[in-house]
């Protein structure tokens, strides 16, 4: 047996005793107890199960079933089995998911974890309380069985376990060290770098902001598009930079929309499948404009700049994009995982895949290029919806923002509510909410031009 460094560092920074106890892998958990002489309800077992809000780890003893129609109608759910390619170690801690455990094993003197195909890790029972944390208990949706009938629904085999927490972990510090190598990060572009800098000149002006773009012709030749879109009303001529500068967009929105199209053409992505280039630039010119016009109409907050919320909606995913360009094998896992269950949440997968999430990856890069601390917030915070601290009126507008394109069937928010207090936060009614979305709809043609040309 290998004691996988996680699950030890877990089990000593809780100052658990714990021994093992090895047993026939030929066995079910329920049979094992049984040739050891130990009570099968002392004995901890763990299912997954999922449904399109998250993942729940039920965790109870080898003597009881799960009623899983039971569950699902108490906590209104619609949970199925998460097939198992192998073992789960009954700790919910470790996977950073939900558990609900059956009240059988509380007060019990010691319980026995089923640890892998033939192994039990003992702990003491009130360990065993501490290390399900917030756990919830349960007796109600659970009922015993016969030893004739026992046969386990998850077999004791010798395969891996569909997460291996020392392998995700090994990669999250893999990926976490080599984004801190800055020689292994793609160079922040050096357009994106020159904007940033004349963005600390107070003397600046649109001649000066111009003659930057105006290096790019590509980038000079998006924003011109951008400005003469219908999204912006404008209806008179604009023939240069400066025009769309003074005319149209204004200084900062101009800046920080350079910026964000500079930095997102420093990743060369696959173009398609669901994380593909061109379903993230669609997403991102969408949540890009949604987040400016929803900032635009912010009444109880600190009112965001439209051009940081505009970058701040456009660049909120730079971790996928930062995965693809890295970590090609990853990236390929993840999209192939995405695909086969296309229910599940992105972040939920990632943590299985990679141990790591999109929005840890985005704010790693988004610190090492030095980007403003609005940018970090946004990228780092923007699935939180609880999410209260400084510049949290970009997070919240992308939550927002998000929420309401999955009735577009766009980006990897899977929840559609509307949390109340997040508008009331905002000073937003969902009148206002319903009406700048129907604007942004009826400019679909306009919005899926420009995410053409960013993938391009």
Request: hydrophobic share 45%.
């Given at each position: 047996?290998?004691?996988?460094?996680?699950?030890?560092?877990?089990?000593?920074?809780?100052?658990?005793?714990?021994?093992?106890?090895?047993?026939?892998?030929?066995?079910?958990?329920?049979?094992?107890?049984?040739?050891?002489?130990?009570?099968?309800?002392?004995?901890?077992?763990?299912?997954?199960?999922?449904?399109?809000?998250?993942?729940?780890?039920?965790?109870?003893?080898?003597?009881?079933?799960?009623?899983?129609?039971?569950?699902?109608?108490?906590?209104?759910?619609?949970?199925?089995?998460?097939?198992?390619?192998?073992?789960?170690?009954?700790?919910?801690?470790?996977?950073?998911?939900?558990?609900?455990?059956?009240?059988?094993?509380?007060?019990?003197?010691?319980?026995?974890?089923?640890?892998?195909?033939?192994?039990?890790?003992?702990?003491?029972?009130?360990?065993?309380?501490?290390?399900?944390?917030?756990?919830?208990?349960?007796?109600?949706?659970?009922?015993?069985?016969?030893?004739?009938?026992?046969?386990?629904?998850?077999?004791?085999?010798?395969?891996?376990?569909?997460?291996?927490?020392?392998?995700?972990?090994?990669?999250?510090?893999?990926?976490?060290?080599?984004?801190?190598?800055?020689?292994?990060?793609?160079?922040?572009?050096?357009?994106?770098?020159?904007?940033?800098?004349?963005?600390?000149?107070?003397?600046?002006?649109?001649?000066?902001?111009?003659?930057?773009?105006?290096?790019?012709?590509?980038?000079?030749?998006?924003?011109?598009?951008?400005a003469k879109s219908p999204f912006y009303g404008f209806r008179g001529e604009i023939d240069s930079i400066s025009d769309a500068i003074s005319r149209v967009l204004g200084f900062d929105m101009v800046m920080d929309m350079a910026m964000g199209i500079s930095m997102g053409k420093a990743f060369k992505n696959p173009a398609d499948g669901p994380l593909g280039l061109n379903a993230f630039w669609r997403h991102a010119t969408y949540s890009a404009a949604l987040v400016q016009k929803l900032g635009c109409a912010v009444t109880n907050t600190h009112k965001p700049r439209p051009g940081m919320a505009y970058l701040a909606g456009l660049?909120?995913?730079?971790?996928?994009?930062?995965?693809?360009?890295?970590?090609?094998?990853?990236?390929?896992?993840?999209?192939?995982?995405?695909?086969?269950?296309?229910?599940?949440?992105?972040?939920?997968?990632?943590?299985?895949?990679?141990?790591?999430?999109?929005?840890?990856?985005?704010?790693?890069?988004?610190?090492?290029?030095?980007?403003?601390?609005?940018?970090?917030?946004?990228?780092?915070?923007?699935?939180?919806?609880?999410?209260?601290?400084?510049?949290?009126?970009?997070?919240?507008?992308?939550?927002?923002?998000?929420?309401?394109?999955?009735?577009?069937?766009?980006?990897?928010?899977?929840?559609?509510?509307?949390?109340?207090?997040?508008?009331?936060?905002?000073?937003?009614?969902?009148?206002?909410?319903?009406?700048?979305?129907?604007?942004?709809?009826?400019?679909?043609?306009?919005?899926?031009?420009?995410?053409?040309?960013?993938?391009?």
């Amino acid at each position: 047996m290998s004691f996988p460094p996680v699950l030890k560092r877990f089990l000593e920074d809780k100052g658990v005793k714990y021994d093992f106890i090895k047993h026939s892998d030929k066995k079910t958990a329920f049979e094992a107890a049984l040739d050891l002489g130990l009570e099968p309800n002392r004995v901890a077992r763990a299912t997954l199960l999922r449904d399109h809000d998250g993942i729940l780890m039920v965790i109870y003893p080898v003597s009881r079933k799960l009623n899983l129609e039971e569950l699902n109608n108490k906590l209104n759910r619609k949970y199925t089995i998460l097939n198992a390619r192998g073992v789960y170690v009954p700790l919910a801690a470790v996977y950073h998911v939900d558990a609900i455990v059956d009240e059988t094993l509380l007060g019990q003197e010691s319980v026995h974890l089923v640890f892998d195909s033939e192994t039990l890790c003992s702990v003491s029972g009130s360990d065993f309380q501490i290390l399900q944390g917030t756990a919830v208990w349960y007796d109600s949706i659970f009922y015993s069985k016969s030893e004739a009938g026992s046969t386990d629904s998850l077999i004791m085999k010798k395969v891996q376990p569909i997460v291996d927490v020392e392998e995700v972990h090994s990669r999250r510090e893999q990926i976490k060290e080599k984004l801190h190598d800055i020689t292994e990060l793609p160079a922040i572009p050096q357009i994106a770098l020159q904007v940033l800098q004349l963005g600390g000149n107070p003397y600046a002006n649109a001649s000066d902001l111009a003659a930057i773009i105006e290096q790019d012709p590509s980038l000079s030749t998006q924003l011109l598009r951008y400005a003469k879109s219908p999204f912006y009303g404008f209806r008179g001529e604009i023939d240069s930079i400066s025009d769309a500068i003074s005319r149209v967009l204004g200084f900062d929105m101009v800046m920080d929309m350079a910026m964000g199209i500079s930095m997102g053409k420093a990743f060369k992505n696959p173009a398609d499948g669901p994380l593909g280039l061109n379903a993230f630039w669609r997403h991102a010119t969408y949540s890009a404009a949604l987040v400016q016009k929803l900032g635009c109409a912010v009444t109880n907050t600190h009112k965001p700049r439209p051009g940081m919320a505009y970058l701040a909606g456009l660049m909120h995913n730079m971790g996928i994009l930062l995965l693809g360009h890295l970590f090609k094998k990853e990236f390929n896992i993840l999209t192939k995982t995405l695909k086969e269950n296309p229910g599940a949440e992105l972040i939920e997968l990632e943590q299985q895949v990679l141990g790591v999430t999109h929005m840890e990856m985005g704010a790693w890069l988004m610190e090492a290029w030095n980007l403003p601390d609005e940018l970090i917030i946004a990228v780092k915070e923007h699935h939180n919806a609880e999410y209260n601290e400084a510049h949290s009126v970009y997070p919240n507008l992308i939550l927002l923002s998000n929420r309401l394109l999955t009735a577009m069937e766009m980006g990897d928010e899977i929840r559609d509510d509307i949390p109340a207090e997040l508008l009331e936060k905002l000073g937003l009614t969902s009148e206002q909410v319903v009406e700048i979305f129907d604007v942004i709809i009826e400019n679909k043609e306009g919005l899926d031009y420009m995410a053409l040309q960013m993938a391009a």
